[in-house]
């Protein structure tokens, strides 16, 4: 049961352009969600967050988009650069643990 | 203090053998994580400790499993009579206590059991 579900498993935007990446949850109890960025060979770094209090959080390039009702964040990088090339997971949180439960990931390529 | 530190950074062993793996988290961060991550999909949750104590574990931490975090500082983790279904990228995390913050996580220790 994949409570936290990236359905597409790779994005090739070209540079300069909008890269979108999606997100579906379903369990209702996630209260926090988090996007990490994966280069091979390590671990993952962190990218940004948002609280389910909100719908919208923004640093720099990045914004996350939460949308409660659908179950659903996504994660925009504007303008993308070849840099940002890289495996994004998405994660939420729930729970006194606070552990994170994460997609399977979105490889995004970056054609310069 | 540059991150969370895992080691080794590969391991190579024969099935039925023990391996055991460290992490030295951030020095501040009082909760420590170990995740695991296989071909294609995202790192599942094993076990975490706040300070030393091992507070919860996953249904995928079968008993040959067992992890520990003495005085709270460092962790092993340790896979007694290793099978192959075992190898996978072990990654550990570690984060402030308070509600909502970000884990920071190592490079990871990638296990291949022949």
């Known amino acids: 049961d994949q409570q936290v579900k990236q359905n597409s498993p790779s994005l090739s935007v070209q540079e300069g352009r909008i890269s979108i990446l999606n997100c579906d949850y379903t369990?209702?109890?996630?209260?926090?969600f988090l996007w990490y960025k994966k280069y091979p060979a390590e671990g993952p770094t962190f990218l940004i967050s948002?609280?389910?209090?909100?719908d919208k959080n923004e640093d720099g390039r990045f914004t996350v988009f939460l949308n409660k009702s659908a179950k659903h964040l996504s994660l925009h990088i504007v303008p993308s650069q070849p840099g940002d090339s890289a495996v994004y997971f998405c994660?939420?949180?729930?729970?006194?643990?606070?552990?994170?439960?994460f997609g399977s990931g979105t490889q995004l390529t970056v054609l310069p | 203090d540059t991150g969370v530190s895992q080691n080794p950074r590969h391991k190579i062993t024969k099935r039925g053998q023990n391996v055991t793996f460290r992490c030295d988290p951030i020095?501040?961060?009082?909760?420590l994580y170990w995740y695991r991550q296989t071909l294609g999909q995202g790192p599942e949750f094993l076990t975490y400790?706040?300070?030393?104590?091992?507070?919860?574990k996953s249904r995928l931490l079968s008993d040959r499993f067992s992890a520990e975090r003495p005085k709270g500082s460092f962790s092993t983790l340790e896979i007694q009579r290793t099978e192959q279904g075992d190898s996978a990228m072990y990654l550990c995390?570690?984060?402030?206590?308070?509600?909502?913050?970000?884990?920071?996580f190592g490079q990871g220790t990638r296990l291949t059991v022949v």
């Open positions: 995390a570690s984060s402030f206590f308070h509600k909502n913050t970000e884990a920071f």
């Open positions: 369990n209702s109890m996630f209260d926090y």
């Open positions: 948002i609280s389910s209090i909100k």
């Open positions: 994660a939420a949180i729930s729970g006194s643990a606070r552990q994170l439960t």
């Open positions: 020095s501040e961060h009082n909760r």
């Open positions: 400790f706040q300070n030393e104590a091992q507070l919860e």
